[in-house]
């Protein structure tokens, strides 16, 4: 045994004991250093040879069981057979640890407004742990260890999934894990479809994975003329789909409607009908009230009034509406209105729409980026896209992906923003947030089918974000950006830009704010993001020390 996997293990030991210490003190509410010393104490005084050796051997019946599954991979008759146990398998396991882990820095902030009991948690324990632990690809061996230590004291899945658990580097799946999760999963998800598991959320990213991976062999299936493979594909695909679809809080959306009555035909009846039974029950109980969804469409019919006695900068900006509350009084009748003092604006007027009037208030900028400037951004795009990151830790060179978010992105330099410089000022017309001085550089965003981007919040420990705004390149279908805690979901519309702010007044974050960009269901989503801080918009944010405001 070298020193490496010595020292793995041992993190995956205090890991394991962090997580087992702070899932049992909840109860009490707070976790002191006190407690985390003396739990380390009690990881030193273990008898780690009498484990390393366990260790050991489990790593030998870890790499049978892997033979096993590439045997079980070349053998299609027991693939397709009733040998469902695979769900067991550490690889398949792995997959769903890995599908919904999460880190405490980003998370924090949400959990806390899920779970009350949260409030006083101080993390920095955990912070300085998260720096010890193994490299990025070791991931799998850590896992491993995780699914040996979760035996030993006996944590549960839940609360992984809830976010006790830091995450590493994502491996990308091979094809033939691919496969076999596509096989195996089918019974796993699918009967546990009845069950509601699939609304706890836990497995989006495994879902979705899932999806592509019945895609990949509907297309293959299709190529071979393969009706029947074709017929039982496509069902399952859209039924692992809608099943992720519910486990980001975007289900029973009008696109999975849609989808649905395009499969009713293929779909057993039973199926339709627990499908709105479910959405019956999540809009009713679960959410309260129906989702409210609003297209990113200027209507027709809508009649922009004019602003003309607005005279200051800050008054005649939608930023001034997100953040006067006074004034609610004018929002009631005037909801949309054209700006047309500002020379940059397209078509010599702002076409400002809310679509949400709360304790701060959410536009949608209408037209507000012409194509040539669409075709420019996707130009760069389709050279630069990345792999999205979450940045988990305080760093850039230590930001790591996780399966929270699958798109792609990349972020101008700063010779490249004056291509775009036009639509900048276009946002600063209307929004009166300084966009040049202080922002952050204009980032764009791809979402390909099934891609998508799981609950979260904009406002991190490390930016200084007051307000976020999202510019639709294109008229995706899917890909909603969801707002659960205000049953809000706004449809993506080339050429609108959704406005939301991130902070009240005071400067704390606006908890009901989180939010999901729900998978794409056909084709693509471009979007171009830019990010206000509060760095150089000092005389813009009006600031409060109001804890209520
Ligand atoms: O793609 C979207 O609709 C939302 C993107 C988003 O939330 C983000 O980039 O932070
Ligand atoms: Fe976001």
């Known amino acids: 045994m070298n020193s490496s996997t010595v020292y793995l293990f041992n993190m995956g030991v205090i890991l394991t004991f962090m997580a087992f210490l702070i899932t049992k003190s909840y109860g009490s509410g707070y976790i002191s250093q006190i407690l985390v010393n003396n739990t380390l104490d009690k990881v030193r005084e273990l008898d780690v040879n009498t484990h390393i050796r366990d260790y050991i051997l489990e790593q030998d019946a870890y790499i049978s069981t892997l033979s096993d599954l590439k045997n079980i991979l070349t053998d299609e008759e027991r693939l397709l057979g009733d040998d469902n146990n695979v769900i067991n398998h550490p690889v398949i396991f792995l997959k769903l640890i890995r599908g919904r882990s999460t880190t405490y820095t980003t998370w924090l902030d949400y959990y806390k407004t899920i779970f009350p009991r949260l409030q ?38 839940e609360d992984l999934n809830e976010g006790l658990i830091d995450s590493y580097k994502v491996n990308p799946m091979t094809f033939d894990e691919l496969v076999s999760l596509c096989i195996h999963s089918k019974e796993e998800f699918i009967t546990e479809l009845d069950k509601e598991i699939y609304i706890s959320g836990a497995t989006t990213n495994t879902l979705l994975l899932i999806t592509k991976a019945f895609n990949l062999a509907l297309e293959k299936a299709i190529s071979k003329n393969d009706r029947q493979s074709v017929d039982l594909l496509r069902k399952a695909s859209f039924e692992l789909m809608f099943a992720a679809y519910n486990s980001t809080d975007c289900g029973c959306s009008d696109e999975v409607f849609s989808m649905l009555q395009h499969y009713k035909s293929v779909l057993e009846a039973k199926y339709v009908i627990m499908i709105e039974e479910t959405c019956k029950e999540v ?107 979450v940045r988990v830790v305080r760093n850039v060179e230590e930001s790591v992906y996780t399966f929270l978010r699958s798109s792609r992105s990349y972020i101008l330099e700063d010779e490249e923003l004056p291509r775009i410089k036009s639509l900048r000022l276009r946002l600063e017309g209307l929004t009166a947030f300084n966009v040049f001085n202080g922002s952050e550089n204009t980032k764009i965003g791809h979402y390909g089918p099934t891609n998508f981007f799981d609950i979260h919040q904009d406002k991190g420990f490390v930016n200084d974000r007051l307000a976020t705004i999202i510019i639709y390149l294109n008229n995706a279908v899917g890909g909603m950006t969801l707002f659960p805690g205000i049953n809000l979901a706004v449809t993506p519309k080339k050429g609108s830009a959704l406005v939301f702010p991130l902070i009240y007044k005071n400067g704390t974050v606006i908890p009901h704010l989180h939010h999901v960009s729900c998978p794409v269901i056909l084709g693509e989503k471009w979007i171009a993001t830019q990010w206000i801080n509060s760095m150089g918009n000092e005389f813009s944010y009006p600031c409060s020390t109001n804890r209520n405001e």
Request: with cysteine; aromatic share 12%.
């Open 283 to 389: 809009s009713h109980n679960k959410c309260g009230k129906p989702l409210r969804l609003v297209p990113a469409i200027r209507r027709q019919s809508q009649e922009y009034c004019k602003f003309s006695w607005m005279a200051s900068r800050d008054r005649s900006s939608g930023y001034f509406y997100m953040h006067n509350s006074d004034d609610k009084r004018m929002l009631k009748n005037l909801k949309c209105y054209i700006k047309h003092d500002h020379p940059s604006l397209l078509y010599k007027g702002g076409k400002i729409e809310e679509v949400f009037n709360g304790d701060f208030s959410i536009i949608i900028l209408h037209d507000v980026i012409i194509d040539s400037e669409i075709e420019y951004l996707k130009e760069v795009g389709l050279t630069s896209l990345t792999p999205s990151f």
């Open 120 to 157: 006083n948690f101080n993390e920095t324990p955990v912070v300085q742990l998260q720096a010890m632990l193994p490299a990025p690809n070791d991931v799998s061996k850590f896992a491993l260890g995780l699914i040996i230590t979760l035996e030993m004291y006996g944590f549960s899945v």
